[in-house]
């Protein structure tokens, strides 16, 4: 599974936010706050108006303007022309006016003064937006261009392999494909894919340096240093106390990882021979994924132990869709009698079917945890396939479009099992939305963005052998300790090779933020930090020509990444909360917690909170503690993790940045 789970919304509903993103994927979209159109930010109401009356009157706004702006934001992702990306920039723009005049007058406050929720809204206020905007209209104006037009670049961006022939062209799908495919596309092929999509992003280059001008005049005019300080400062600590606790948090994960960096270099290697590491980096474009955050697709390459416990769920969910298809052709008296352009809407008709089912499933998952069915309109109103007719951002995201329980997702599901877990992902924000639909508008989100990432991965996690054998995807697994770490291995090169692809991004951005990465660094920095935390590199020099960083759709998308860190520590730390609520005994690894009415209730619970007390006391509410901690990702992954150990012995590992 690839982040594209990892959800995320456009940069119009990921820039506000009053009550900060909850998405995204890897991604969902939070809920914004809008006036009606103005042309110049109002001036900060006097004191005279009681912090209780303000909140009440920010609440009000949002829950009145949420539809707009996040239908808006629906089309510029579902629609990509012109028109839609001039309706979702005017959007957004009476958006951010409005969010200026919330800030300037929430600082009028002491939040010590006021009662706890009037003081939590008032915190969540001033440190909820993603894209602190210029108080100046003519400035403000111009950076929601700029960030629908990074997302309009990134949506319609396409690698034409022959400029003058637009049917050489392939879209992120296509190219994903070509690297997906590590058994069969050669080191030459994979190359030329990886180097063609990242053409895509150059033109944004300029743009993210006056984006980054114009966010960071937005965020001194809040009262902090920069963009990032913003960032930082959403957590219920100060920004530097964050900066420290990620920090903290890789240093318990980092060892695991080096070992599982040190393995698959070795097997690149004798597959590629010395192309197969760069100075003892991973070449980036042999993992299988464009960014090299998800290496599920070496598989064939890493396989511990082949065929053990295999788990060929990708057929089984191919041929379920084969089935519906030909339901749908004898109906129509075989194939024999149909048209082309008839057995293309077949085609169509199967893939919208089969694309349903798989979320069904998923649903089901949380339904046999006692949470409620989705309302009916989730299914007529997602985007759950690709459309033909027109440009759409495929990127998965979970969007709540109203502040009462309306919600939808956007994918282009294909019937493989990382879709399958990506709606599992998806569902995990959906019930999120709905568990805290009757909060007031600005608790309407995550404990902190990560709690909204995790939720859906802690279904994830449950998605055990047996499981999967439960809902006919797979026979009865076999159990032996060779399929253990087969499948150990499986998870790990989703999750723990994701780590440090989830720090990096920011730690990238903080630093283009406070001028440590100045413009003519932006290639250069981007590389040594994924040399630094990664352990992977370009075959060949990226020069300052490029822009690299764009070609991730969370850059121009303005989706703050951290979250998909945190969110990678924190669902760990919930599964092992709700297994031990399930009363599972034995081998975390082996927990599965589907259908136990006390685990679905106490996840439920710690839902139903969403972002009305500060997160250390919701997670504590769950797991007994206040403080994150990676401890269970070391429990899960012991087995694999002694396994690695013995299998790198004897080779170098480790690599310089």
């Known amino acids: 599974m690839n982040t594209q789970r990892a959800h995320l919304g456009l940069a119009i509903a990921t820039a506000l936010l009053l009550a900060g993103c909850g998405s995204s994927t890897d991604s969902t979209v939070p809920h914004s706050t809008a006036p009606a159109a103005t042309t110049a930010p109002a001036e900060p109401a006097t004191p005279s108006e009681s912090a209780d009356d303000f909140i009440a009157r920010v609440n009000a706004t949002q829950e009145a303007m949420t539809p707009e702006i996040t239908s808006a934001a629906w089309l510029s992702s579902t629609y990509i022309n012109a028109d839609s990306q001039r309706v979702a920039a005017a959007a957004n723009e009476r958006m951010l006016t409005k969010t200026n005049e919330f ?76 690297l997906a495919a590590t058994d069969t596309s050669t080191y030459d092929e994979q190359l030329a894919a990886w180097n063609g999509w990242h053409t895509i992003s150059v033109p944004m280059r300029k743009d993210y340096q006056r984006f980054a001008e114009l966010t960071n005049e937005g965020a001194k005019e809040m009262g902090f240093a920069n963009t990032g300080e913003v960032w930082r400062a959403g957590y219920d600590m100060t920004p530097a106390e964050f900066q420290a606790e990620t920090d903290r948090l890789w240093g318990q994960v980092k060892p695991l990882y080096d070992q599982l960096q040190c393995y ?92 349903t089912a798989m979320t069904k499933l998923a649903e089901s998952f949380y339904t046999g945890l006692g949470m409620p069915a989705l309302p009916d309109s989730f299914y007529t109103d997602s985007q759950l396939v690709q459309p033909r007719d027109r440009d759409v951002v495929c990127h998965a995201s979970a969007w709540p479009m109203n502040t009462d329980g309306e919600v939808r997702i956007k994918m282009c599901i294909k019937p493989n099992e990382e879709e399958l877990t990506t709606i599992y992902h998806e569902l995990g924000h959906i019930y999120y939305y709905l568990a805290y639909k009757d909060l007031p508008p600005l ?21 055990t052998p047996d499981y999967l ?105 919930f599964y092992k909360a709700l297994c031990d609520a399930s009363g599972h005994t034995g081998p975390l690894h082996q927990c599965n917690f589907a259908a136990n009415p006390e685990a679905g209730k106490r996840y439920w619970a710690m839902l139903s909170k969403g972002a009305s007390q500060p997160w250390q006391q919701t997670l504590k509410e769950l797991t007994g503690g206040e403080q994150m901690d990676a401890s269970a990702i070391l429990d899960y992954f012991a087995p694999l993790q002694t396994w690695l150990q013995e299998q790198n012995q004897g080779q170098e590992c480790g690599w310089s940045s």
Not at 285 to 300: F, K, R, S
Not at 489 to 499: D, G, H, I, N, S
């Open 103 to 178: 800030i300037e007058q929430a600082k009028l406050y002491d939040e010590a003064a006021q009662s706890p929720a009037t003081a939590r809204a008032l915190h969540l206020i001033k440190t909820g937006s993603s894209m602190p905007a210029p108080r100046d209209p003519a400035k403000l104006k111009e950076l929601t261009e700029i960030a629908t037009r990074m997302e309009a670049t990134y949506g319609a961006g396409k690698w034409c392999v022959d400029a003058g022939d637009p049917a050489s062209c392939k879209d992120i799908g296509q190219v994903s494909e070509i």
């Open 469 to 573: 054998a439960s809902i006919d995807l797979v026979d009865k697994p076999e159990v032996s300790e060779q399929a253990v770490i087969n499948s150990q291995m499986r998870m790990a090169l989703a999750k723990v090779a994701f780590l440090p692809f989830g720090l990096m991004i920011d730690r990238w951005r903080w630093g283009v933020f406070d001028g440590s990465i100045p413009p003519d660094q932006y290639n250069a920095a981007w590389w040594k930090l994924k040399a630094q935390y990664q352990g992977v590199g370009p075959a060949s020099p990226r020069g300052e020509d490029l822009f690299d960083p764009g070609a991730k759709y969370h850059v121009p998308g303005n989706t703050p990444y951290t979250r998909y860190f945190l969110s990678h520590i924190l669902q760990f730390q």
């Open 443 to 463: 608790f309407q989100t995550g404990a902190h963005d990560g709690f909204h990432e995790a939720i859906g991965d802690t279904i994830v996690l449950s998605m």
């Open 264 to 355: 698959a270099r070795g097997k690149l290697v004798d597959k590629y021979g010395e192309k197969g590491q760069v100075n003892g980096l991973i070449p980036a474009h042999l993992t299988g994924n464009l960014w090299q955050q998800d290496w599920g697709n070496l598989w064939p390459i890493l396989e511990p132990y082949k065929g053990v416990g295999s788990l060929d769920i990708n057929s089984a969910l191919e041929q379920r869709r084969d089935a519906m298809l030909s339901t749908e052709v004898n109906k129509a008296g075989g194939m024999g009698k149909l048209t082309a352009e008839q057995q293309v809407e077949l085609g169509r008709k199967a893939d919208f079917e089969s694309a």
